[in-house]
């Protein structure tokens, strides 16, 4: 029922900058945190940068400084902006929503997007 899709991935030079939105759509009545994580070829999937609904963020130590992520609450809307892009960047990034409440139930479910491939690369 819940539906993410992603934008803003693609090919950057270093020191480059994207920015990366996930729009959560569906009979959504609540979202409790979102957040991006990505996956590097031969590695595991890692949180870049959450925000729950306190607004109190969280990044990981390797991001710190150059990625800001922020929400729009009234569009269901995560974004992800990064600056200063390194190779070790590249990854394929993954939105995802925390503790989802769909209009009409109590059920708290997380969701998961298809990825968007960020590449960072001379």
């Known amino acids: 029922q819940v539906q993410l899709v992603e934008s803003g991935g693609g090919l950057v030079q270093p020191g480059g900058s994207l920015r990366l939105s996930c729009a959560a759509s569906?009979?959504?009545?609540?979202?409790?945190?979102m957040g991006w994580y990505r996956q590097a070829p031969g590695k595991q999937r890692e949180l870049v940068a959450g925000i729950p609904n306190s607004g109190n963020t969280i990044y990981a130590d390797s991001v710190k400084g150059r990625f800001t992520i922020s929400r729009d609450n009234a569009k269901n809307t995560v974004y992800l902006q990064m600056n200063s892009l390194k190779p070790e960047d590249t990854a394929v990034y993954y939105c995802?929503?925390?503790?989802?409440?769909?209009?009409?139930?109590?059920?708290?479910?997380?969701?998961w997007g298809k990825g968007t491939l960020v590449t960072v690369s001379l």
């Open positions: 569906g009979s959504i009545r609540s979202i409790n945190a």
């Open positions: 995802n929503t925390h503790g989802v409440i769909a209009l009409g139930t109590n059920n708290a479910m997380d969701f």
